[in-house]
């Protein structure tokens, strides 16, 4: 069990943004850790499972980067149990290749999966286009609120989502998802298309990242026998309608 932190140079401690990597190949840290600082992040270090948890609620990181097969831990339950205390992105960075490990890791929270081995310029590029969606729009950019039938409201300002007049627990990427739908209600949106203005130009073919996300909201958002607000239309994508209105 190990815990460390390193923090870049001459950087200010309260103004990095904070990245927790969950990994246990020093190697693999070395690099990881050496990049992350160089550019500026402020890195903690776990080298097994069972500190992640509590390294999350006491350092409050801004990310995971989360390996799933580790010593004192299961990773995708270890995933699962970061998602359901904190809505912070997280990383999945494993040797597992199969996609049914990415699906599992997607379900279980992630809000990307990297499989070893990668460059480092990719893991950077996925590190900086998850931190983006978890960062509010410009203030001029989706300023307004949305009210989708008669039940739901986004505050795209605020990054709110209130269902029955009761705040929504969406995590980034979740509420990404849901403001691209909701600014373009109405207009049936691609899988491509949602994946480059979601999660980025180097997505388009991970369908299953979308699929998976729109099951999320889905559960959170639509009630049982009522008519769906996100509808699928097959082979072509997703469009949002009005909540609890005839199809």
């Known amino acids: 069990m190990s815990t ?89 960075v494993s040797a597992r290749g199969g996609e049914q490990d990415k699906v599992t890791a997607l379900n279980a929270g992630a809000d990307d999966y990297l499989t070893k081995p990668f460059g480092i310029e990719e893991l950077l590029a996925r590190v900086t286009a998850t931190l983006r969606r978890s960062r509010p729009a410009p203030a001029n950019e989706h300023s307004e609120s ?38 373009n209600r109405g207009k049936l949106l691609s899988h491509e298309t949602l994946l480059r203005r979601v999660w980025g130009p180097g997505y388009v073919t991970d369908t299953e990242y979308v699929r998976v996300y729109i099951r999320r909201l889905r559960a959170k958002l639509e009630s049982d026998g009522a008519a769906p607000i996100i509808v699928t239309q097959p082979r072509a994508g997703y469009r949002m309608v009005d909540a609890e209105t005839p199809a």
């Open 4 to 92: 460390d932190r390193a923090r870049p140079t001459n950087a200010d401690p309260g103004l990095a943004t904070k990245v927790l990597l969950v990994e246990d190949d020093p190697n693999i840290v070395d690099m990881i850790r050496a990049n992350l600082l160089v550019r500026g992040f402020d890195v903690v270090i776990s080298l097994d499972g069972q500190r992640a948890l509590p390294i999350v609620e006491t350092e409050r990181p801004d990310m995971v980067l989360l390996d799933l097969m580790l010593p004192g831990a299961d990773g995708f339950e270890l995933c699962k149990a970061i998602r359901e205390r904190s809505s912070i992105g997280i990383i999945v």
């Open 146 to 183: 949305i009210a989708i039938g008669d039940r739901i409201t986004l505050d795209l300002a605020a990054r709110v989502v209130r269902r029955d007049g009761r705040i929504v627990h969406l995590t980034p990427t979740e509420f990404a998802l849901l403001r691209e739908l909701a600014v």
